[in-house]
């Protein structure tokens, strides 16, 4: 395996989502070769970090818009276009 | 003393019902943003997403006594705003142009081909750092802020699916439920999103000495 196709497959690993013969190339591969390591190691630093990150706000202004939308509620039936 | 925890959305569901302002604004701050990213993975620019949003909020708590509590609220609400995009979306080809549609880069952006010589070695290994340097590059900004920037530059279904399978952790049947996108697909938009996002970071940590402290 080259260093290519071992970054390629980096992430998959992460998902438990590689066949059992790839997933052998792999670790025999990355247990050769430092540079694919460290990539590897930050694509699961990545994927650790985003765990959980709260979802941004809205902008104000948008959150403002939807709330006085639900609090209008129900439309008229001939209220739409 | 601390002030309580936020109530979980469940918890939010009697004052929902009872149309409570402070309830609605609290629902709709955890996760307008993560359904109109969801929105526009399923092809709609930033407006029309924002809009068909819009509408699903007032669909699903005008009919909040026909969530039975079988799913969580989150995918519920999820739920609702596929099913409303996806109509959207049918629409808006109906009457718009190709070059209309978000995503033709969601399929862009594997491992940097020019990261690698012509026989597969890296051309110039990956810069080395770990969390602790993205934490000194930030230089006190959150990493959550930077996690939340780096995933609103990916491609909107690259955005969606990363959000779905990373951010919020759920699996890969659950999120071919909710988005409708195979697990193959999933797996190559994900990876995609990730190395983008290494990349963004690798970024930070390498330009962190030019902006030295004052």
Redesign the interface.
Known sequence: MKCREAAEHASALLDHDLDLTLRARLRLHLAACAPCRRFAEQVRATRDLLRGAPAPAPDPGREDAVVAALLRGKPEPDDGP | MTAPPDPNDEELLPRLRA?E?AA??LL???????L?AVARGLSLPQEAA?EV??EA??AA??NLDGFEGRSSLRTWLTGIVVLMARKAAAARRRTRTFSDLAGPDDEEG??D?D??LA????RE??W????VD?ERALAGRQ???A??EA??ALPPLQASV??QR??E?LG?RETEAMLGLSEARQ?AL??RA??R??AT??RLTREAPARAMP
């Open positions: 149309r302002e609605f604004r709709v701050r955890r996760h307008h943003v993560r109109v924002e949003v819009q909020w007032i708590m005008r594997g491992v081909a990261a690698f026989d597969g070695h890296w290994p990956p080395h750092w770990s969390e993205l990493v959550w802020a996690v939340q995933i609103g990363i959000r990373d951010v952790g890969a797996r994900l990876d990730r190395f996002i290494r970071f690798e």
